[in-house]
Nanobody, 121 residues
Framework: VQVVESGGGSVQAGGSLRLTCTAS????????MGWFRHAAGKEREGVARIEADGSAIVEDSVKGRFIVSRDNARNTLTLQMNSLKPEDTAMYLC????????????????WGQGTQVTVSS
């Protein structure tokens, strides 16, 4: 499985960016797709994901500003990021990994190389 992200860049505070992730190769019905981010000096954190039942989970830190959606036919995940803040600056990584309770903590599954998002004040 190959996971590839695109769409990062630099934007001023208050602006928007759209990230896209595509997982190609084998597909697994028990796998979910989601976004993590890793800012300098901080631990990696979950951002948003699509659960096995199709429901969207958005973490509190970005709730109301970020929207996650998935195109199952294309195995593509999109993250629409609005009202960006400087604290959203991070490397954003897409993951295709087993759904379930260990989603946030387990470093398993398949991961992309990441795309950098930089928000200036």
């Amino acid at each position: 499985v190959q996971v590839v992200e695109s769409g990062g860049g630099s934007v001023q505070a208050g602006g928007s960016l759209r990230l896209t992730c595509t997982a190609s190769g084998s597909t697994y019905t028990s796998y979910c797709m989601g976004w993590f981010r890793h800012a300098a000096g901080k631990e990696r954190e979950g951002v948003a994901r699509i659960e096995a039942d199709g429901s969207a989970i958005v973490e509190d830190s970005v709730k109301g500003r970020f929207i996650v959606s998935r195109d199952n036919a294309r195995n593509t995940l999109t993250l629409q990021m609005n009202s960006l803040k400087p604290e959203d600056t991070a490397m954003y990584l897409c993951a295709y990994k087993p759904c379930g309770g260990t989603w946030l903590s387990a470093p398993n599954g398949f991961w992309g190389q990441g795309t950098q998002v930089t928000v200036s004040s």
